[in-house]
């Protein structure tokens, strides 16, 4: 960072004067890193969640033949009738697996199963339900057209066309698209590594005895969870004393062990919150306010031993809220996977909502269909910062942009509905 630029942004413990807009903070991080290079081999089954390292090409044509997409009988075109009836020749069958040796000819049909390949000689089929076959003889109808019901050889995939590109998250389906051309074996990238713990003597780790003015630590297994969803190899060190001597210690396990460094807690500007300042002991900070609610104190820098730091919130859903609307798209990026903005629908508002500040908000809200079929949107719970139900009870956020005010009744407002369950 330039000397003007931190003169400009610091002040008082290197907290910032001015917040930064969440896209201006999305965007200076992003400017600051490249996704992890290694690539490693996998099983096609082990890709599952996995990001592809390489583009993935067809070898071959899906369907790999012109075959029927029903069961009927493979006739010639030619032989259809305009109007009336025309009696047409049995001379063979063809089934999945085991296709008509022959070939068919003018006046003649095959019988043909779905997924068989179409007889040479013939370019369209009839399903069964449209004939009237008495032996060897098989009447049909008017009304068909050239090339029904059939799936042309390269319908599906033509060899040599791109199946899946570089930086696409592997689904299920995907699974099967790649197992269609026969790969056994897919390149991926290595999975992103990140450590993650709590700060503060308050908490307590689940199972742990309270004392007076002692809470159980929740965010860590959030983050554990988000994390595992994410694909991440995850390393929990605990919980983490508010004593420089400890953050220092915990850092450096971190640094050497991840690619991302995560702390919940400790980034405000409260006497006993030394996060900050250990930091910048042992590594640089770039940032620490966002013009976002909740989640407005946001640590962003780089540890010496080549780790990328965030420090979030210590509150539940601040924690949360900043891990997805900042930090997911930034670990996106360094696992190499191609960019996805959310999905942003409009909903009507089905109650009034709160909104003060010129920040942006992210209420946590229930999306349901309304009885005349619109999108409504109600809070899910109370909104405060340390109401963790409001995000377990939630499916999406209701957006507020920074410019606006109060909510009514009605209004119309963004959604991004959340992608998966937690």
Not at 34 to 42: N, S, Y
Not at 180 to 195: D, F, K, N, Q, Y
Not at 249 to 266: K, M
Not at 382 to 388: H, N
Request: glycine share 12%.
């Amino acid at each position: 960072m330039h000397k003007q630029e931190r003169a400009e942004v610091a002040n008082d413990k290197g907290i910032k004067s001015r917040a930064l807009s969440l896209d201006d903070a999305r965007a200076r991080i992003l400017a600051q890193l490249a996704p992890v290079a290694l690539l490693e081999q996998v099983p096609l089954r082990a890709a599952l969640g996995r990001i592809l390292g390489a583009g993935v090409t067809a070898r071959l044509d899906v369907p790999a033949h012109t075959n029927s997409a029903m069961d009927g009988y493979a006739v010639r075109a030619a032989d259809l009738p305009a109007a009336g009836e025309a009696a047409l020749h049995l001379v063979g069958e063809s089934f999945a697996g085991h296709p008509f040796a022959g070939e068919v000819g003018p006046g003649q049909c095959a019988r043909i199963m779905t997924g068989a390949v179409l007889p040479r000689g013939t370019d369209t089929v009839v399903m069964q339900e449209d004939v009237v076959a008495a032996g060897a003889q098989v009447r049909v109808g008017a009304g068909h057209r050239r090339g029904q019901h059939v799936r042309h050889a390269g319908e599906d995939l033509a060899a040599g066309a791109t199946v899946l590109a570089a930086g696409r998250r592997v689904g299920a389906a995907d699974l099967g698209l790649l197992a269609s051309i026969g790969v056994a074996e897919v390149t991926v990238r290595r999975r992103l590594r990140v450590a993650f713990f709590s700060t503060g003597d308050e908490l307590r780790s689940v199972g742990e005895p309270l004392g007076e003015g002692d809470i159980y630590d929740s965010n860590r297994y959030t983050l554990y969870g988000l994390l595992t969803r994410f694909g991440a190899e995850v390393f929990d060190l605990g919980v983490v004393r508010d004593e420089p001597a400890a953050l220092r210690e915990a850092f450096a396990h971190a640094g050497a062990a991840a690619d991302v460094v995560l702390t919940s807690g400790g980034v405000s500007v409260g006497a006993a919150d030394h996060v900050r300042d250990v930091l910048a002991e042992v590594g640089e900070v770039d940032f620490w306010k966002i013009n976002m609610k909740p989640g407005k104190p946001v640590a962003f820098g780089r540890l010496r031993a080549g780790a990328t730091f965030f420090g979030l919130p210590g509150n539940p859903v601040s924690a949360m809220v900043t891990f997805l609307q900042v930090v997911r798209p930034v670990l996106e990026h360094l696992a190499g996977a191609e960019a996805r903005p959310p999905l942003v629908l409009t909903a009507r508002a089905g109650e009034a909502l709160a909104k003060g500040g010129n920040r942006r908000e992210f209420q946590r809200g229930l999306l349901s269909n309304g009885d005349d079929g619109e999108l409504v949107v109600r809070a899910a719970a109370p909104q405060g910062s340390g109401i963790l139900r409001s995000m377990s009870f939630a499916n999406c956020f209701i957006v507020l942009p920074e410019e606006g005010g109060p909510v009514a009744v009605g209004d119309r407002v963004r959604v991004e509905p959340f992608a998966e369950g937690w």
